[in-house]
């Protein structure tokens, strides 16, 4: 079954101790990336990445970091959390090189930061 | 840069009611067009999309036209259910490599027997 895998689902942590939500596809996918869904505010991108070891900021990088090792795999870096990334995250994939295709989203990971 | 304007919810409707949730554009050039559905606890799923003017996209009994003239994707469905119950979103593609997505604010419908 065609699909996108987040892990942890559900997350409580404290201000300041990292964090990865890991994402992993396997359909065989160039285009991995991360947006998170706020009330009022819709899907707003925090990263994208277009191949292995290529990664580039969305509209909202500040306090995350990305990698891109393998192609099936996009975790999200939370270096040093604050309560401002209370949110939830989704991660997504497409077919890369074009702006006809449709993104596959995971399930989501809600992240908590106290 | 590219954004998208969606109507603000939450919208209620009786079962086999008509709904319209507005969608607008702000894009250079021409870029793909797409709804989203989200049921509760769950990730988004593509529910339609078009790829140029003029363009009907249609699935499940919801449609929308791209309108190059109008800059708007209507999303439409002449007789909802329950099970339509969910939170809509518009959201483009850009022209060129299709790298960055831009979604609305999303409109939460609930249907009622």
């Known amino acids: 079954e065609a699909q996108v895998t987040q892990n942890p689902r559900y997350l409580i942590t404290v201000t300041g101790k990292k964090l990865t939500v890991t994402c992993s596809q396997n359909?065989?996918?160039?285009?991995m990336s991360w947006y998170r869904q706020d009330p009022g505010l819709g899907l707003r991108q925090i990263y994208y990445s277009m191949n292995v070891e290529v990664t580039d900021k969305g509209d909202v990088p500040e306090g995350y970091k990305v990698s891109r090792k393998e192609k099936r795999n996009f975790p999200l870096i939370l270096e040093s959390p604050s309560p401002n990334q209370t949110s939830l995250y989704f991660c997504?994939?497409?077919?890369?090189?074009?702006?006809?295709?449709?993104?596959?989203f995971g399930e989501g990971s809600r992240l908590t930061v106290l | 840069g590219d954004s998208v304007t969606q109507m603000e919810g939450p919208v209620t409707l009786s079962e086999e009611a008509f709904l319209t949730i507005n969608c607008t554009y702000t894009?250079?050039?021409?870029?793909?067009l797409f709804w989203y559905v989200q049921y509760p606890g769950e990730g988004l799923q593509l529910l339609l999309k078009a790829t140029k003017a003029d363009d009907k996209g249609s699935n499940k009994g919801f449609e929308a036209t791209y309108r190059k003239e109008t800059t708007s994707f209507h999303l439409e469905k002449g007789s909802v259910q329950v099970s339509d119950s969910a939170v809509y979103f518009c959201a483009l593609s850009d022209r060129y490599t299709g790298n960055q997505f831009y979604f609305g604010t999303g409109t939460s419908l609930t249907v009622i027997p």
């Open positions: 997504a994939s497409r077919v890369a090189g074009s702006n006809t295709g449709e993104l596959f």
């Open positions: 894009a250079t050039g021409y870029p793909s």
């Open positions: 359909m065989n996918h160039e285009y």
